[in-house]
């Protein structure tokens, strides 16, 4: 409702932009944002409360400025730069730091964080390096810096400001929203008509800008329509668990429009003090290249990290971190096609009593007795061994040079440790007893002895070892040696 209105409003000033009428119209139009704005503010809480007070002042701003200048037109004090002035450059920080706001409120994590400033930064470079050469250094040519000329590079740089936010507001992880998409419109569709209103004079001396109020009235009404909407408040709001740290493909666009933004303004006409525009090039070209370069190797960085910890996942358990079956059919496999001489000792490991922990403490405590297992079997073998999970409460441990008068001492090891009480989180203390099988297997220098040896039968026979052990009630079964 508050866009068709202020579209409707709009349409005096687009068709006669000095009448009287259009006057009236367009100040009626603003006073209906600013107040949609100011109410829609109080309807939140929190952060998006304070985001929407301060896009709901910048409004204030506009709506002030534009009185002002109607007033002075009035008595005949029209300047270059004056009071209105003050108010529509306010407008720039008020409307940068409520979008801010509300970016913030969503807890992002320090890498996305930067990611996104990273991301800003070069693209607000570019656009800058863009205003320069289009907007702000033509207006330098006269060499004379006057006030008007001071004030005419601040509503570009604050243009810039402005396309930086509906930049970060694009790309900063966060739950879909209608309001987001009309607050990024709006300020999008803003820079382009400020851009018209310094572009056109030069372009086209006979037309009448201010036909262009009209229609950036019914542009900022876009603004009260994203603060009414029911999802306004998610523009401060942490995004959903899978969006978390997710960033917008159309990153990659803007990253290279930035580059090519930066390649054409080095080819565009200079202003008369070109050492002022070879400065800003290279400064543009520095940072945006710079920028660019430490966005890329931060997502080589990710994208190999995201990739170890794929590998990692497929080949260890994800409650202990342990090797898991494929990890240690891989060392077992390695191990004997290696044929480097020595024994091997595979030991599997069968928790006795673990159902009852389950059924009496939860899967939590079932839990923490594995991890507690998994922790001890860890820090009692060598740094060449393996210790794995193969699901349930079943253990496998791969030790390498034990020889056949140290397997049984090992076996009781197993059990001594694994057997010593353990501390649930709840403070409850339990244990548990263990069944375990050995297979010895010799590893000789020659391959002839491991003709038809394969890892899935050595872990089978130490698996029918563990049952053995487990059937007379517990303890240690040592199978015959292989190879």
Known sequence: MVVVACAVLSIPTAVAPGSGVASSTYLSGLAVIVLALWWAAQRWTGVARRGWRFVAAAASCWFVGDLLQRILAAFGQVEDVGPPDLFWLASYPLMVTGVATMIHGRGLGIDVRRE????????????????????????LDGG???????????????????????????????????????????????????????????????????????????????????????????????????????????RVVLLGGALVTVSVAAVLPGSHATWLDSSMLLLAATATSVTVVARFYGVVKKREAAEERLAHQAHHDHLTGLANRALLLGRLGDALERRAGGDLVLAYLDLDGFKNINDVHGHGGGDAVLFEVGERLRRLVRSGDTVSRLGGDEFVLLCHGVGADAIETLGDKLRSV?????????????????????????????????????????????????????HRGGGVCIADPIG
């Open 144 to 250: 004379t810096l006057t006030m008007a000329n001071i004030v005419t590079v601040l509503y570009p740089l604050g243009d810039v400001a402005l396309f930086a936010t509906a930049l970060t507001l694009t790309i900063a992880p966060g739950r879909p929203s209608v309001a987001g998409r009309f607050v990024v419109g709006c300020l999008g569709a803003t820079l382009i008509i400020d851009a018209a209103f310094t572009a056109l004079p030069v372009l086209a001396p006979s037309f009448d800008t201010g036909h262009l109020d009209g229609a950036l009235l019914a542009i900022n009404a876009l603004l009260a329509a994203a603060a009414l909407h029911r999802s306004a408040g998610n523009l401060a709001a942490a995004p959903e668990r899978n969006q978390h740290g997710r960033m917008h493909r159309w």
């Open 418 to 470: 694994v057997s010593a009480p353990i501390v649930l989180p709840s403070g409850e203390v339990v244990s548990v007893g263990l069944s375990v099988g050995i297979a010895p297997v010799h590893v000789p220098q020659s391959p002839a002895g491991l003709d038809g040896v394969l890892a899935e039968q050595l872990l089978r026979g130490a698996d029918d070892a563990m049952y053995v052990a487990k």
């Open 116 to 139: 996104v400033r990273l991301d800003v930064l070069v693209v607000t470079v570019a656009g800058a390096l863009g205003a320069w050469k289009l907007m702000i250094a033509p207006g």
